[in-house]
């Protein structure tokens, strides 16, 4: 396979090329460690290779032509022994972005590798007809990568700046969009959403499983002698989803919605039932404006009527709201 990189930023000193007579053989063979797109488990396997002594490259997706089945940002970790994680593509490129980190160790310089569409390398095609290009990092300090962790383990967003020019990464706090800012490429990494459910019902034990089966946190508050005295939990990562059939029930746990920071509040019930919450909820003092924030009835489609419809479009809901608010911001 020939090998090829380039320099998108449009400065020699960004990358490095390979020669296309580059000789692969001394590298060990690539071998899949786990498979996960999962960033934060991403970073952690580049750490654990750092630390147990070994060499490792972070490969991120910076430039997609046409379309792509992955995001900017998207990742892959490779050490030198061979073993990876993550994905940058469908699956398809992976292996031969593994045997370009590995030569990229070799060489001891980051470099970009692109693939597809005005790719070199000509025995890749996408079906799409499109092309990505991936910046190969070799990862000198993990501190910037622990502090990311850090930062999402305590439910902070951080954000990832790598300047090739530099090749090297930084963290910060300030909000910016995946993408380039000038010299740097950025990638955000926000916390795992938490999906707080209220009820005893048969649909909350039932979107708890969907919502597990995304990967996401679930918490269950039945009524408001389980909420937490700080109401800490509830952030602005967390969706709110109350699967009641008694206002008496779900109105302090809506009350402590209303007055936190989630992403998503949603409440079960009909027109009607929800005429009578947000009545409750104006006695109560809420504003029509904050009253507004609940979606109701709950879900991403109408007239779920079982417990599992009810689940997937109460999940599917708070899934589509976060990806909306991840591409706006």
Known sequence: MTQSAINIRGNDDAARWLPLNADISASPP??????????????AFAI?????GLQVALCTLVDIRGGSSRAL?????VANDGRYCGYVSGGCTEAAIASEALETIRSGHDRFFMLGEG?????????????????????KDIEPLRSTMSLVDSRQSAWLHYVPRHEQLSVTTERCRTGWDGD??????????????SGHTLEVETAASVAKAAGYDVIFFDDAASLPPDRALIDSHSAVALLQHDLDR??????AALAASPFYIGALGSSRTHQKRVERLLQGGHSAEVIARIKA??????????????????????AATRQSLSTHN
């Open 297 to 318: 009835p709950i879900g991403i489609f109408a007239g779920a009527r079982d417990a599992q419809s009810l689940a997937l479009s109460v999940i599917a809901d708070i």
């Open 119 to 139: 790719s070199r390398v000509f025995d890749i095609v996408f079906p799409c007809g499109g092309g990505i290009t991936v910046a190969i990092h070799i990862v």
């Open 184 to 197: 740097a490429f950025v990638t955000c990494y926000r916390p795992s959403a938490r999906v707080i459910l």
């Open 73 to 77: 940002g998207a990742h892959m970790a």
């Open 30 to 43: 690539t071998q899949k460690a786990f498979s996960t797109d999962a960033a934060y488990d991403i970073l």
């Open 250 to 255: 779900e109105i302090p746990v809506l009350e």
């Open 48 to 52: 654990e290779g750092k630390e147990a």
